[in-house]
């Protein structure tokens, strides 16, 4: 998830799935 999150990070979405991928591992 690393990866695709740098990837996401040009689309400045990394912080949004981010957050809804720590709710969900939570």
């Known amino acids: ?8 990070d040009m689309d400045g ?5 981010e957050a809804l991928w720590r709710q969900a591992q939570i």
């Open 1 to 8: 998830m690393s990866m695709q999150a740098v990837i996401f």
């Open 13 to 17: 979405v990394i912080i949004d799935s």
